[in-house]
């Protein structure tokens, strides 16, 4: 897994309220990816980073945000969540050789 | 990055050489054709990856035709293990700032 872990791995939340997925990685990878992933669509990216406060948007942006203020962490938030925004997500961290590593998921459930 | 084409479901006798399908029609010169697979909802984990050789580690071979247009990735014995989804992505060779984004996958049932 190359260090990379998730929290917190399950979550129960309301409607309307925000919500902060953690990423942290211990072997120092530039790069770091956000996915979720949903039955029948496979994984699609929500936001990556290529640096220290360098950011960018994948295909599903809408509704999130992120946030990478040091190498090791990166931060989703759902700034009000909604029920189509129940999912798995994945974090993923690339490393020497292109190599991607991914952690464990995080269940996210809004009601 | 290039795009990729699987086919969405395949099915395999256990004991059998499994063999995936993957198009990469788009793929330029200095991509690179990686695998990974996905077993129930565990994170993805690599499997193999290659240039334009073909290659052979521990858990799969990779074969990848001349044009690199389409690649292939064989499991030699499968068990039932093996039933997940599998993934075909292309990567840069190089560390550029690039969305990796990964299609639907074809999901590979073992049958015993």
């Known amino acids: 897994d190359a260090g990379i872990t998730q929290s917190p791995r399950h979550k129960v939340t309301e409607t309307g309220t925000p919500v902060t997925l953690r990423c942290h990685q211990t072997e120092n990878h530039r790069y770091m990816y956000w996915y979720r992933q949903d039955p029948g669509h496979g994984l699609r990216l929500i936001h990556y980073?290529?640096?220290?406060?360098?950011?960018d948007k994948g295909e599903v942006s809408d509704g999130y945000s992120v946030s990478r203020s040091k190498t090791e962490d990166f931060l989703l938030t759902l700034e009000s969540a909604t029920s189509s925004q129940t999912s798995v997500y994945f974090c993923?961290?690339?490393?020497?050789?292109?190599?991607?590593?991914f952690g464990e998921g995080s269940w996210l459930t809004v009601v | 990055d290039a795009k990729t084409t699987q086919p969405p479901s395949m099915d395999c006798a256990e004991g059998r050489a499994a063999n995936l399908p993957c198009n990469h029609s788009?793929?330029?010169?200095?991509?690179?054709v990686y695998w990974y697979r996905q077993i129930h909802s565990q994170g993805p984990q690599y499997i193999i990856h290659g240039l334009k050789n073909n290659e052979t580690n521990e858990m799969a071979s990779l074969i990848i035709t001349e044009d690199r247009k389409s690649s292939t990735l064989i499991l030699p014995h499968a068990t039932l293990r093996d039933t997940a989804v599998y993934y075909c992505?292309?990567?840069?060779?190089?560390?550029?700032?690039?969305?990796?984004?990964f299609g639907t996958g074809t999901r590979l049932t073992i049958i015993p």
């Open positions: 980073s290529y640096g220290v406060k360098d950011t």
């Open positions: 993923a961290a690339r490393g020497g050789g292109n190599t991607i590593y």
């Open positions: 788009t793929i330029s010169g200095n991509e690179y």
């Open positions: 992505i292309v990567i840069l060779s190089n560390f550029g700032n690039e969305k990796l984004t």
